[in-house]
């Protein structure tokens, strides 16, 4: 179905598009409001959007509103919304083998393993498929702790690693606290962050190197030998897009390789070309031992995740059985979408698009907002994966709504969310930060569409600034 015209366009003809169908919107949005949980959401106090179809870098809803998604789902579609030949795929397998049990070599599940762990850093070349993320996160400290024989996990503040047992708990943002056990085995630390540094920094080698002693003293005041592993977010995600200074991930490399524990690398949301790389540890030139991924792997067009595995942990269960496992492991549709999505990844040399995206139009297009609005404090981000830091006064630091704020404290950054939506323009907002992650295959001219809906909507968030 083509996506009608932006309604911002007096020229655009709806000759194409489909009719605006207001009945059909309230059915689904009332279907919805009787009989959907929806995740991380006080029931009462939301309303969806009912979303009538989506192509490209855009969706629409029943009304015939065009939105440009600054978001990408949840950033996931990586190569944006209905790729036709990642459609054609699922249908394909669809009518050869819907799914069959995990323990079966199924063609397409084969071929996505060999495709993703010939993109993968080193030689992580054993796979195992979850159904997204966090699943992969508790697949990756089980696989740790049972290597290594050690009960600790070493997580960041300020990161987001899934909402499933484990991963909650390792989880260092507020949506962990309800279901904190307390019991979790989870050491937390400061990973770097200059712009708001824990370490009292000036420059970024100052921040890399007390970051690197912080968590070294943190892993001998806690035992070294209880240690199993440090998990990061490559780049850190919701949490903020802080990209790692020089040297940082590279010592903390270095560091495990010291004190044998395993470093994961928590590559879900950075994985699949979302920062100009395959994956963003190219960026670092490290290895992790364990790598999670999933989102962009088929740009989230049927449920997958997993983890890359290096040859040192994989030997660990040549003899001993794995405990662990999923019933839609590595799912014959989900892999066939997989494999589609990473062949067009390489025929449209996606990766590339990201990179020079982010090098030519967002990221000049970002600090040339920032050099006229006083709401934003720092830009930051690589590839399509960027984050503007909103604040109240920019030689305070202050943030334009305080961490965890209340739904009245977060009055403008709601007020900035609604102009966006107004302008056409679907972000990725949280805390104090909105985010800049189109589909990796977003256009020039789609991007300067964004940038100048972003331009105006950051109006609003100056009212609030000092």
């Not at 762990?117 to 966090?134: D, H, S, V, W, Y």
């Not at 990756?140 to 503040?157: D, E, I, N, Q, S």
């Not at 000036?202 to 035992?223: K, N, P, Q, S, Y």
């Not at 940082?248 to 950075?270: K, N, P, Q, S």
């Amino acid at each position: 179905m083509t996506p009608p015209p932006n309604p911002r366009d007096p020229a655009a003809t709806t000759a194409s598009a489909p009719a605006p169908d207001a009945a059909a919107g309230a059915a689904v949005k009332a279907a919805d409001r009787d009989h959907v949980f929806h995740s991380w959401s006080a029931q009462g106090l939301i309303d969806p959007l009912a979303v009538a179809g989506a192509e490209g870098s855009y969706f629409w809803d029943y009304d015939g509103r065009r939105y440009l998604d600054f978001s990408s789902g949840l950033v996931f579609t990586n190569i944006g919304y209905q790729h036709p030949k990642v459609v054609a795929a699922i249908q394909e397998q669809a009518a050869k083998l819907c799914t069959f049990a995990p323990a079966f070599a199924v063609e397409s599940r084969s071929e996505a393993a060999r495709l993703i762990a010939e993109r993968t850093p080193g030689e992580l070349n054993k796979i195992f498929f979850t159904n997204g993320g966090a699943e992969a996160v508790e697949n990756a400290v089980r696989m740790a702790r049972l290597h290594t024989g050690r009960p600790k996990v070493l997580a960041a503040y300020r990161s987001y690693h899934g909402g499933t047992q484990t991963a909650i708990n390792i989880t260092g943002d507020p949506r962990r606290w309800p279901s904190d056990s307390g019991t979790a085995g989870v050491v937390r630390f400061w990973a770097p962050y200059l712009y708001r540094t824990q370490f009292h920094a000036t420059d970024e080698a100052e921040e890399c190197a007390r970051a690197l002693r912080h968590l070294e003293e943190t892993i001998r005041f806690e035992g070294p030998g209880t240690v199993a592993a440090i998990i990061l977010e490559t780049i850190p995600g919701t949490a903020g897009i802080m990209v790692p200074p020089p040297g940082y991930l590279a010592g903390v490399r270095e560091i495990c390789d010291r004190y044998g524990i395993v470093f994961v690398l928590d590559e879900v949301m950075t994985g699949f070309g979302r920062t100009g790389k395959w994956f963003a540890a190219e960026h670092f030139d490290v290895v992790p031992d364990l790598l999670t991924f999933a989102k962009g792997v088929n740009s989230g067009y049927v449920p997958l995740g997993g983890v890359a595995i290096s040859p040192e942990i994989a030997a660990t269960f040549d003899q001993r059985p794995y405990p662990g496992g999923l019933t839609y492991s590595g799912h014959p549709l989900a892999c066939a979408a997989a494999v589609a999505t990473i062949k067009v990844m390489a025929e449209e040399d996606v990766v590339n698009r990201a990179a020079a995206t982010g090098d030519r139009i967002i990221g000049p297009g970002l600090r040339e907002l920032a050099e006229r609005h006083p709401s934003v404090g720092e830009v930051r981000g690589m590839g399509v994966f960027w984050a503007l830091d909103l604040v109240k006064d920019r030689e305070t630091r202050e943030p334009l709504v305080p961490y965890n704020p209340s739904p009245a404290e977060n009055a403008p950054m709601g007020a900035f969310a609604a102009a966006c939506k107004a302008g056409g323009l679907w972000p990725f907002v949280n805390m104090n930060r909105t985010h800049v992650v189109p589909p990796c295959t977003i256009t020039e001219s789609e991007a300067k569409e964004g940038l100048e809906i972003l331009d105006a909507a950051l109006s609003v968030a100056d009212e609030y600034a000092a």
